[in-house]
């Protein structure tokens, strides 16, 4: 999946963002035990990861003076999911923008239809600090 559909994603995530934002994807956290069969799923991580940041980025970055802003403030993203602490669908509290790193903290295969929410999410938490 790395060397697969994570490239494009990366890309159009990159493109979104008007410039290349690293991202940090904690692959051991999000790898689910005895999912691998999903990994290429829509719904398993594009959809709940990558899709939605990719449409944040494209909303905050919509013209140079939201470029600018995302890149001299965002200096890295970080893909995580932690069981203890990630929302099943309050997805403000799986969003954090600290210290320029933005830290996205989603279940993996859960609620997958709601990219726009999950979106929504990223990118209130990137404007409220630009």
Known sequence: YQEGPYV???KAIQAAA????P????WNSIALPDQA???????FWKQVYFTP???AFASV????MGKQAL????SKVVVRYDEATAPSSNYPDGVAFDGGVLSLNFKPF???????????AIQKALEAKL
């Not at 991202?23 to 904690?26: K, N, P, T, W």
């Open 8 to 10: 494009e994603q990366l």
């Open 18 to 21: 008007g410039f290349e934002v």
């Open 23 to 26: 991202v940090d994807v904690q």
């Open 37 to 43: 069969q999903n990994y290429t799923q829509d719904g």
């Open 53 to 55: 940041l990719e449409k």
């Open 61 to 64: 970055a919509v013209d140079d």
């Open 71 to 74: 890149k001299a403030k965002l």
């Open 110 to 120: 859960t609620n997958v239809d709601d990219v726009d929410a999950r979106a929504e």
